[in-house]
């Protein structure tokens, strides 16, 4: 997410708005700016910006000294639309009229676009940050808060606005939807934000804005609005909050946090992807020809990525009738595979930067397969790379252990899957039209599991001192679980192992006595019936069976001594609700023992050694 500042008050702006930059470093950003007023109307606005870090603005502008001023807006950049560059970094302007720093994604913007080009406005930026600058300016006729409602009512999507608008010296404005902002007032001035951390060192007075509020900073103090341009009271409150704990949202963890991030993420990746009852995909820029010319298509990835793909195959196959294969991206170059003409070659990596999965990608250029990435980090080498990509919105990931990432990468594939069925028609109209309304229920739906928190939480405790772990599942419960096992090692250092459920009885079964924990996930109703018989398998051998189903299957609770449900869903999406229950276990048992849960022993965020 990208970290927005603004400032007016009596002392230099510049630093002020840096020093809170630094304080949401922990966001994640590859560019950043300011823009300052020098307190003259007369005075065009302008914007310094830089790509990298905030060092290099720090020096840019001579630690503030080279741009004086009593107001301004600050923005660090987590790219989402247009690669990390200079141009692209905030804040946008407007004629030197309006400046703008945005946090969000606006889904319209390619619309809006063409549109205030169509006014004669020239853009300097891909970004969609830039199409709201020039509609500030194009509303703007001497009333700023007449010309930021009329500006956002032709907005779709989220965001967190700070604006300046050149005739108003000294003033800061705000508003936002659906991404956060704070506004704040100490001695020295007042500010906004897009969260605490940034303000901490000055003021722990805070307000929070609701949706569609409009804020007004001003020597004179803080005034709020509503869309109809009144004046609107709002609480203050105190943040009792350390540094610490408000860079993680008040949440313990960041992995805490970032799971429930999640339903944020998947609107954010979702909802730009479906426009009137269709997946739109343009951005891949992938013919209806060249996807109708796939004949086979070859996977490759890392850890929980791996996992991806292994669901991805079952849907892809299922969905859009396309042979996959699935191959660790540490493995695929080294068993010098056959690949046929007509393959294309997909690559998973939520960093982007995962030297296995590069260079599996390397490897399927030089074999000359067309290349497809799903990635989260804007402009890395594996998204620069790949001839087509497609980016996920679930925000910087900062816990080690992926989360929200892995859940907006499932959604990617099932879109995928559901495009290319729809376009190599393999998908009726009335199996496509249900998928697309159970993926826009995706998100309400994860968090209705995450109100069962306290649940999973209370069972987590019950087997956190298990010695061995047994995941198992079929078809694409036993992709799920593969994940499950892996978030259970990885953060509790647990032993946990995945087993395709019809798989147990070919050997590991005689790990199973007395006590063993053993998670079922049962889910594809067309496999529950076998499914069952294994976990029958499992207890009459003495396991403690829990089990993860979906509601109205209370049969489970014959066969399992603890059943957790999650709501109801087309088959293929239930792997992206079983995994929030899965990640709440992990993180509550690695609690429970005492780990760091945001950084285990011995891992990386992002592996780019081979
Ligand atoms: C996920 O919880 C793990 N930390 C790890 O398996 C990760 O998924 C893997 O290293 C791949 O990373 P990538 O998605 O950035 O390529």
Redesign the pocket.
């Known amino acids: 997410m990208c970290g927005i500042v603004g400032y007016t008050g009596h002392v230099q702006a510049a630093p002020v708005l840096m020093d809170g930059l630094e304080r949401l470093e922990y966001r994640g950003y590859d560019s950043a700016g300011i823009c300052v007023s020098d307190g003259d109307a007369a005075h065009p606005l302008k914007a310094l910006r830089v790509k990298g870090r905030l060092s290099a603005l720090r020096e840019a502008s001579e630690n503030g000294k080279a741009v004086p001023g009593l107001s301004g807006i600050g923005h660090t950049r987590w790219a989402t639309h247009g690669e990390p560059t200079v141009e692209n970094a905030h804040p946008h302007l407007s004629g030197g009229k309006v400046a703008v720093v945005h946090n969000g994604i606006i889904e319209n913007y390619a619309e809006l676009r063409v549109k205030l080009q169509g006014r004669g406005y020239v853009f300097e930026s891909e970004t969609d940050t830039e199409t709201i600058a020039h509609l500030l300016h194009y509303y703007d006729h001497g009333d700023p808060v007449d010309a930021i409602v009329r500006t956002v009512m032709h907005l779709k999507g989220s965001f967190a606005l700070g604006i300046l608008f050149e005739e108003r010296p000294g003033e800061v404005y705000g508003i936002r939807r659906d991404s956060p902002l704070i506004a704040a007032t100490s001695p020295e001035g007042s500010f906004i934000a897009s969260d605490v951390p940034a303000i901490l060192p000055w003021t722990r007075n805070v307000a929070y804005l609701e949706n569609m509020e409009i804020v007004r900073l001003s020597p004179e103090g803080i005034t709020f609005f509503n869309l109809d341009g009144e004046p609107i009271e709002k609480e203050f409150t105190t943040v009792s909050w350390d540094v610490e704990a408000a860079e993680k949202g008040g949440y313990a963890h960041f992995m805490l946090k970032e799971i429930h991030e999640q339903p944020k993420a998947m609107e954010d990746t979702i909802r730009p992807h479906i426009r009137d009852g269709r997946i739109v995909m343009d951005e891949l820029g992938m013919s209806d020809d060249e996807i109708r010319g796939i004949r086979h298509i070859q996977m490759a990835?890392?850890?929980?990525?791996?996992?991806v793909c292994m669901t991805a195959k079952y849907i892809m196959e299922r969905m859009a009738r396309i042979p996959v294969d699935v191959d660790l991206a540490s493995e695929f170059r080294y068993r010098d595979p056959v690949l046929e003409e007509g393959t294309m070659l997909m690559v998973?990596?939520?960093?982007?930067?995962?030297a296995d999965?590069l260079a599996a990608l390397r490897y399927g250029k030089q074999q000359g397969m067309l290349s497809l990435a799903i990635v989260?980090v804007v402009g890395s080498s594996?998204a620069r790379e790949a001839d087509r990509v497609f980016y996920t919105a679930a925000g910087p990931e900062i816990a080690?252990?992926?989360?929200k990432?892995?859940s907006t990468?499932l959604a990617a594939c099932v879109m995928l899957a559901l495009h290319f069925g729809r376009i190599r028609g393999v998908v009726d109209d009335d199996t496509y039209a249900a998928h697309v309304e159970a993926l826009l229920k995706m998100p309400e739906q994860i968090r209705e599991i995450l109100r069962g928190e306290a649940r999973m939480q209370w069972l987590a405790g019950k087997y956190a001192n298990t010695r061995d772990a047994f995941f198992i599942g079929r078809g694409l419960d036993y992709a799920s679980v593969l994940e499950g096992a892996?978030?259970l090692k990885?953060i509790s250092y647990i032993h946990a192992e995945a087993y395709a459920a019809g798989e147990l009885k070919h050997g590991t079964i005689s790990l199973i006595e007395k006590g063993s924990m053993v998670l079922a996930v049962a889910t594809q109703k067309d496999l529950m019936e076998k499914e069952v018989s294994n976990m029958v398998e499992v207890r009459a051998r003495g396991g403690t069976l829990l089990a993860l189903t979906m509601e109205g299957n209370y049969d489970m609770e014959d066969q399992a001594d603890f059943t957790i449900y999650v709501p109801r869903t087309e088959d293929v999406l239930y792997p992206n609700l079983v995994v929030v229950p899965l990640q709440l276990l992990a993180y509550y048992v690695s609690l429970s023992r005492g780990i760091d849960v945001d950084k285990p022993r011995n891992?990386?965020?992002?592996?780019t050694v081979e």
């Not at 990835?301 to 996992?307: P, Q, T, Y």
């Not at 998973?348 to 995962?354: A, D, K, L, R, Y």
């Not at 891992?603 to 592996?607: C, D, G, N, Q, T």
């Open positions: 990835a890392c850890g929980s990525a791996w996992h998973v990596s939520q960093s982007g930067e995962t999965s989260n594996i080690v252990a992926t989360t990432a892995y990468q892996l978030k990885e891992l990386a965020k992002s592996v």
